[in-house]
């Protein structure tokens, strides 16, 4: 039976409980610059006098050690790999995220499952399959998608702290060099998530601009989701 908090049955053992807080998620391509925006809104959010949590994608105790491993071996398949994801997200989400928000904690998730969907789908799981792998995910309050152009991206990193292996698809084999690669995959990333954007109704926020700007931007629908909570924001025109 399917639980309206949750994409699918969400985890039917556990005993249906009210969530007094919220969980608010950021998606975007490799780059883009989540992680900056992450402290930004986190130190925002506690100056207002909120709980927060963060998490993201391989944080979990019992799966990073082996995810580590797993890409460092390039010795997985595709599949396998997505449910190595599935299982470092279950396990966030079950003993991280779920009991935060039963506290009444904000926590910021740097990408959820929609990023692991938009790789699988590039490599070439079947997307129903994988959207299906997903309905124990609780639905967020709010999802920003941070967009930026590839050329912006391929910048950031070069003078930042450069391009890898995952992040430019070379598993795939794309081109015969990092940076051929990177721009072909993160153009097909982008195609993903400007299609999950219009399925699951992602805010999308230009983030071809600098990080006070995007910042700026991002504070605009949380105030709007949370601002008969917050102590100084005020309510938005």
Same mark, same amino acid.
């Given at each position: ?11 039917? %053992? ?40 963060? @998490?993201?994608? *391989?944080?979990?105790? #019992? @799966? ?10 390039? @010795? ?29 904690? =904000? =926590? ?5 499952? %929609? ?12 997307? *129903? ?23 912006? #991206?391929?910048?950031? #990193? ?20 990092? %940076? ?37 931007? #991002? ?19």
């Amino acid at each position: 039976m399917k639980n309206t908090n949750y994409y699918g049955a969400g985890f039917p %053992y556990r005993e249906k409980q009210k969530l007094s807080g919220k969980l608010i998620v950021l998606e975007g391509s490799d780059g883009v610059g989540r992680s900056t925006q992450i402290r930004l809104l986190r130190r925002w959010l506690e100056d207002e006098g909120y709980a927060v949590s963060d @998490t993201g994608l *391989t944080r979990s105790g #019992l @799966t990073q050690p082996g995810l580590d491993a797993a890409k460092s071996g390039h @010795t997985l398949g595709p599949q396998t790999m997505s449910l190595f994801y599935l299982a470092d997200f279950a396990d966030r989400l079950e003993n991280q995220i779920i009991p935060a928000l039963q506290a009444g904690f =904000v =926590v910021l998730s740097d990408r959820y499952f %929609y990023s692991v969907i938009a790789r699988d789908i590039i490599r070439g799981i079947d997307k *129903t399959w994988a959207r299906n792998l997903y309905g124990i995910a609780l639905k967020p309050d709010l999802i920003l998608y941070m967009k930026a152009s590839v050329d912006s #991206l391929v910048t950031r #990193l070069i003078h930042g702290r450069g391009l890898n292996y995952w992040e430019a698809g070379m598993n795939l084999y794309l081109a015969d060099n990092l %940076y051929d690669s990177f721009v072909t995959y993160q153009g097909l990333l982008i195609k993903e998530f400007d299609e999950l954007a219009r399925e699951y109704n992602f805010v999308t926020v230009d983030a071809d601009r600098t990080p006070n700007e995007i910042f700026e931007t #991002l504070k605009v629908p949380i105030v709007q989701l949370l601002y008969n909570r917050l102590t100084k924001a005020k309510k938005p025109s």
